[in-house]
């Protein structure tokens, strides 16, 4: 259920074009498939490259998120979510398997907590960019800041034309994040949950080191 702050805000106030958020609700149904966990709408497809978004949490009050994407020029299709209330360590062992079982996907993590040092093992990670220059970096995961948090809400509102989920969270947890003023400017600022929307948005901004393989991070675990 909404909380007391969303129900008393407007259409208008959100950061998201409801009209999109609407037809992608309209498509959404519950998981038939559940493997190593995890909830699977599309099940992995030979020579399809795939993209694990994690969204961590603290492991008792907050969800931590993973889903997994694979990229079409047109369609952008989010296959398998695995959630749960699961600290650092805990989630990136759930998660490495799930990773393995999508063509040894590579993992893009929100760089948080202690998640990062447990995912080193995998292999195929995503390695920070900058996203002016494009230049590689030497750190793994996504940082989550507030101008990258800016990037990362636009670019996920640029995608949703193209986004094709399931996942009834997803469009939910877009409907909590509205327009407010941070530090003096514009922002996305979150109402109510939103680990499922962050992983999704997550998903968007690292796409591109699939399709270049830029952000591959020591041999890819297949």
Same mark, same amino acid.
């Given at each position: 259920?909404?909380?007391? *702050?969303?129900?008393?805000?407007? %259409?208008?106030?959100?950061?998201?074009?409801?009209?999109?958020?609407?037809?992608? %609700? !309209?498509? =959404?149904?519950?998981?038939?498939?559940?493997?190593?966990?995890?909830?699977?709408?599309?099940?992995?497809?030979?020579? /399809?490259?795939?993209? #694990?978004?994690?969204?961590?949490? /603290?492991? !008792?009050?907050?969800?931590?998120?993973?889903?997994?994407?694979?990229?079409?020029?047109?369609?952008?299709?989010?296959?398998?979510?695995?959630?749960?209330?699961?600290?650092? !360590?805990?989630?990136?062992?759930? =998660? #490495?398997?799930? %990773?393995?079982?999508?063509?040894? %996907?590579?993992?893009?993590?929100?760089?948080?907590?202690?998640?990062? +040092?447990?995912?080193?093992?995998?292999?195929?990670?995503?390695?920070?960019?900058?996203?002016?220059?494009? $230049? *590689?970096?030497?750190?793994?995961?996504?940082?989550?800041?507030?101008?990258?948090? &800016?990037? #990362? =809400?636009?670019? /996920?509102?640029?995608? /949703? @034309? !193209?986004?094709?989920?399931?996942?009834?969270?997803?469009?939910?947890? =877009?409907?909590?994040? $509205?327009?407010?003023?941070? $530090?003096?400017?514009?922002?996305?600022? +979150?109402?109510?949950?939103?680990?499922?929307?962050? +992983?999704?948005? &997550?998903?968007?901004?690292? $796409?591109? +080191?699939? @399709?270049?393989?830029?952000?591959?991070?020591?041999?890819?675990? @297949?």
């Amino acid at each position: 259920p909404e909380d007391d *702050v969303t129900c008393f805000q407007s %259409a208008a106030d959100q950061w998201y074009p409801s009209e999109e958020i609407n037809r992608i %609700a !309209k498509q =959404c149904y519950p998981a038939e498939i559940f493997h190593l966990g995890a909830e699977i709408w599309y099940s992995p497809e030979d020579k /399809l490259e795939y993209l #694990m978004a994690i969204d961590p949490g /603290l492991g !008792k009050k907050s969800d931590s998120v993973a889903t997994v994407w694979t990229f079409s020029e047109n369609e952008y299709k989010h296959c398998a979510t695995f959630s749960g209330l699961y600290a650092g !360590k805990e989630m990136a062992e759930h =998660c #490495m398997p799930i %990773a393995r079982y999508y063509n040894g %996907a590579m993992i893009a993590n929100e760089d948080t907590l202690d998640i990062t +040092s447990h995912l080193v093992p995998y292999g195929n990670l995503y390695y920070r960019t900058d996203q002016v220059t494009g $230049r *590689v970096g030497k750190d793994i995961g996504w940082q989550m800041t507030l101008a990258t948090k &800016i990037f #990362m =809400c636009n670019e /996920l509102s640029r995608s /949703l @034309s !193209k986004i094709k989920t399931h996942d009834i969270r997803i469009p939910q947890q =877009c409907r909590n994040i $509205r327009e407010g003023i941070s $530090r003096g400017r514009v922002a996305p600022v +979150s109402v109510g949950a939103d680990d499922f929307h962050d +992983s999704a948005g &997550i998903a968007m901004v690292c $796409r591109d +080191s699939l @399709s270049t393989g830029i952000g591959f991070v020591g041999e890819k675990i @297949s």
